[in-house]
């Protein structure tokens, strides 16, 4: 399977892009970076950093730095000011095209029809983008899987929203209503797949350089959910998304419409998924409602800490 991460490292996009690595069978064809956890040159520079940590063989294209509509607002209090916790990465900027994000998207869709699933872990600017400049994108794409939304449950940036629908919710609803097979790995089963601290303490033990630079990360990740959430482990938000693009198994889903409020003061970004059909619209988005947590974290546990690639 073909793939394009869309990501804003961010703690967790850097842990889902190295489980991608890491996966077998998988051709990275590009990683693509949006404003969203931090502002672009960040998120890009993480990007660049994180492919030299793993020794990756493609690139990273910088994309949109601000939402279609509104101001960015990012993630620090989460991330870190470097948007990677307290890992100290070497840098990475050979690892940084020249291309644009979004025509890297369009490129490659165009290069490889039906073949790429694309799988956004970030605010969904570049993926709207693209399909605004190439309306025929959703039907050449195998799929698209988003981490995002919060349909059954409450969002973790308001009650309503989660943090990538929230921070471009005009784009979220562009993607949303594409035509394109959609995915959507939100909160609901986000939030039950959590990377505890006996975890971490496998990972930097087996992990080798690169459980090590997790572990780094991830302290700080691990610090902010405990405070914040009062949860004994951080969720693994954007390597489920990952894993669910490359294994539908893993989660049980449901086709509905799905929403996203663009207007309300209060409701800013949130997903509202129709699951009795009261707004009489076609579905749109196949909505991820259980997850197999203990298969998943066995499965990532695997995937990491393999020394063959």
Same mark, same amino acid.
């Not at 070497?90 to 869709?109: L, S």
């Not at 035509?179 to 303490?201: C, N, P």
């Given at each position: 399977?073909?793939?394009?991460?869309?990501?804003?490292?961010?703690?967790?996009?850097?842990?889902?892009?190295?489980?991608?690595?890491?996966?077998?069978?998988?051709?990275?064809?590009?990683?693509?970076?949006?404003?969203?956890?931090?502002?672009?040159?960040?998120?890009?520079?993480?990007?660049? *950093?994180?492919?030299?940590?793993?020794?990756?063989? /493609?690139?990273?294209?910088?994309?949109?730095?601000?939402?279609?509509?509104?101001?960015?607002?990012?993630?620090?209090?989460?991330?870190?000011?470097?948007?990677?916790? /307290?890992?100290?990465?070497?840098?990475?900027?050979? /690892?940084?095209?020249?291309?644009?994000?979004?025509?890297?998207?369009?490129?490659?869709?165009?290069?490889?029809?039906?073949?790429?699933?694309?799988?956004?872990?970030?605010?969904?600017?570049?993926?709207?983008?693209?399909?605004? *400049?190439?309306?025929?994108?959703?039907?050449?794409?195998?799929?698209?899987?988003?981490?995002?939304?919060?349909?059954?449950?409450?969002?973790?940036?308001?009650?309503?929203?989660?943090?990538?629908?929230?921070?471009?919710?005009?784009?979220?609803?562009?993607?949303?209503?594409?035509?394109?097979?959609?995915?959507?790995?939100?909160?609901?089963?986000?939030?039950?797949?959590?990377?505890?601290?006996?975890?971490?303490?496998?990972?930097? *033990?087996?992990?080798?350089?690169?459980?090590?630079?997790?572990?780094?990360?991830?302290?700080?990740?691990?610090?902010?959910?405990?405070?914040?959430?009062?949860?004994?482990?951080?969720?693994?938000?954007?390597?489920?998304?990952?894993?669910?693009?490359?294994?539908?198994?893993?989660?049980?889903?449901?086709?509905?419409?799905?929403?996203?409020?663009?207007?309300?003061?209060?409701?800013?970004?949130?997903?509202?998924?129709?699951?009795?059909?009261?707004?009489?619209?076609?579905?749109?988005?196949?909505?991820?409602?259980?997850?197999?947590?203990?298969?998943?974290?066995?499965?990532?546990?695997?995937?990491?800490?393999?020394?063959?690639?």
């Amino acid at each position: 399977m073909k793939i394009i991460l869309d990501v804003d490292p961010g703690i967790d996009d850097a842990i889902a892009i190295a489980l991608a690595h890491k996966w077998p069978g998988i051709e990275i064809l590009g990683i693509t970076t949006v404003g969203g956890n931090l502002p672009l040159e960040k998120t890009t520079d993480n990007g660049g *950093k994180i492919l030299k940590l793993l020794g990756a063989n /493609y690139k990273v294209y910088p994309g949109m730095a601000q939402p279609l509509i509104r101001e960015l607002k990012t993630a620090e209090n989460i991330h870190g000011p470097t948007g990677l916790g /307290y890992a100290q990465l070497p840098e990475g900027k050979e /690892y940084i095209a020249d291309k644009h994000g979004v025509d890297f998207i369009i490129e490659q869709v165009n290069k490889y029809p039906k073949e790429i699933t694309l799988i956004g872990v970030g605010p969904l600017t570049n993926i709207a983008t693209a399909i605004k *400049k190439d309306p025929s994108l959703p039907q050449k794409v195998r799929g698209i899987c988003v981490m995002g939304g919060a349909v059954f449950t409450q969002g973790n940036v308001t009650p309503a929203a989660e943090f990538n629908i929230y921070v471009d919710p005009e784009s979220a609803e562009i993607v949303f209503n594409c035509g394109a097979e959609i995915i959507l790995v939100g909160l609901d089963v986000t939030l039950k797949v959590l990377l505890t601290r006996e975890h971490l303490e496998i990972i930097q *033990k087996k992990g080798g350089s690169l459980g090590e630079s997790i572990g780094e990360m991830t302290k700080f990740y691990l610090e902010r959910y405990l405070d914040g959430n009062k949860l004994p482990g951080c969720a693994l938000h954007d390597p489920l998304a990952v894993a669910v693009a490359l294994d539908k198994s893993l989660v049980s889903m449901e086709k509905m419409y799905v929403g996203v409020e663009t207007k309300g003061e209060l409701t800013r970004g949130a997903t509202i998924g129709d699951k009795l059909s009261r707004f009489n619209k076609k579905p749109n988005v196949y909505v991820c409602t259980q997850v197999d947590s203990n298969r998943f974290l066995e499965l990532f546990l695997d995937r990491i800490l393999d020394h063959t690639n």
